[in-house]
């Protein structure tokens, strides 16, 4: 076939020699490594500031409910009052139990009458048989039955008289368990604290069957910061740390609360760890219930590995970096701990000192050959 008109055949010799200079530049393009800075695993043992939600929560707090069924006769503190330890708080009112303590009262009375009564007897038929002794030493002066029948009335009458002891005992062990029930009628604080509700009126039927307390009684003199402290930082709050924190109340008011306990275990629901902090509120500066911004500082209890951020690689296998081993890429799997400034804390299968990519990217294949700057 003949192309007649010039323009034609000048463009398809430019198609031509288009294809022919990108056949040439694929094979050699396939020969270039690529060039990364390289940059070691460091290993550190920082100290991080880690920002958490915490709870404040009382010192003490105990819903008072009644023990004895009876009626509110008289009420003596209202939501908010400040209380003494021992102090009454609200007096009830049940006849029958007032009534069952006399009648324990009079048993341990009669009780103690019967035991006097049986000593009387035990004393005196002892005292009759040692006279009998004494007597049958004459010869047929004391038959040997009148001997058996003393010494009989005498053990008899002793059991009688032990008895009446322990008839004793349990009357008054009767009527110190219902002097107890009377004590129960008058509700007294447990401790020393502010009454944070109250839910009863004069004449109102309480005791058994009751959801309700009477009462809500909080300490609120030292607050207890509680802080669910993850998993992954649950080995780096350290023995006598201190913290500081805000609330929303006051949030540019910083407070201080020192480290006393944790629980030491992980939770299986959400897998965390609640460690408390005591602050101490005498000025009566915060109120138990509210929610706090918690600055703690973590250092772990020996040093970790870090990496830049910019080494990291993220896919949906997981997180990696790339490591140069005899100037070839290799993929290592790594998980994430916390964040320092440009660096990031990893755990896997690498060591300090070795060298990795600084600013790795997807590209960067497991096995392809690099040049370090």
Not at 39 to 58: F, Y
Not at 153 to 164: E, H, L, P, V
Not at 220 to 228: D, E, K, M, N, P
Request: hydrophobic fraction near 40%; include cysteine.
């Amino acid at each position: 076939m003949k192309i007649r008109n010039p323009c034609i055949a000048f463009i398809m010799c430019a198609v031509l020699f288009e294809a022919c200079k990108q056949e040439e530049k694929t094979p050699a393009s396939a020969d270039i490594i690529p060039v990364v800075e390289m940059t070691t695993i460091r290993s550190m043992q920082p100290s991080i500031e880690v920002v958490l939600p915490g709870e404040l929560k009382p010192w003490n707090k105990a819903p008072m409910f009644a023990k004895v069924k009876g009626y509110v006769g008289r009420v003596n503190v209202d939501r908010g009052s400040i209380v003494k330890m021992g102090q009454t708080l609200a007096q009830l009112e049940a006849p029958e139990i007032i009534a069952a303590l006399n009648q324990a009262k009079a048993h341990v009375s009669v009780a103690e009458a019967s035991m006097v009564e049986q000593r009387a007897k035990h004393q005196a038929s002892a005292m009759t048989y040692r006279r009998i002794v004494e007597t049958s030493q004459t010869a047929g002066a004391v038959s040997a039955n009148e001997l058996d029948l003393a010494y009989s009335r005498m053990i008899t009458d002793s059991a009688i008289a032990n008895a009446a002891q322990d008839n004793l005992r349990a009357a008054q062990a009767q009527y110190t368990s219902q002097a107890q029930l009377v004590n129960y009628l008058t509700v007294r604080a447990p401790f020393e604290g502010t009454i944070t509700e109250r839910n009863i009126s004069p004449g109102e039927l309480v005791g058994e069957g009751n959801s309700k307390p009477l009462f809500v009684l909080e300490d609120r003199s030292t607050l207890r910061l509680t802080v669910a402290v993850p998993e992954n930082l649950s080995n780096s709050i350290q023995d006598k740390s201190a913290v500081t924190f805000s609330v929303q109340a006051d949030p540019l008011k910083i407070y201080e609360a020192q480290f006393s306990r944790s629980a030491n275990t992980i939770q299986e629901n959400n897998r965390t760890m609640m460690a408390e902090f005591d602050f101490k509120n005498q000025q009566g500066d915060l109120k138990a219930g509210m929610y706090a911004e918690v600055k703690l500082p973590m250092t772990r209890n020996k040093p970790t590995l870090f990496v830049p951020q910019s080494a990291l690689i993220h896919s949906t296998e997981g997180v990696f970096i790339v490591r140069i081993k005899d100037d070839f890429a290799e993929w290592v799997r790594v998980q994430k701990g916390n964040t320092l400034d440009s660096l990031v804390e990893v755990f896997g299968t690498v060591k300090e000192g070795e060298r990795i990519v600084k600013k790795a990217y997807d590209e960067l294949r497991n096995g392809q050959p690099l040049k370090a700057k």
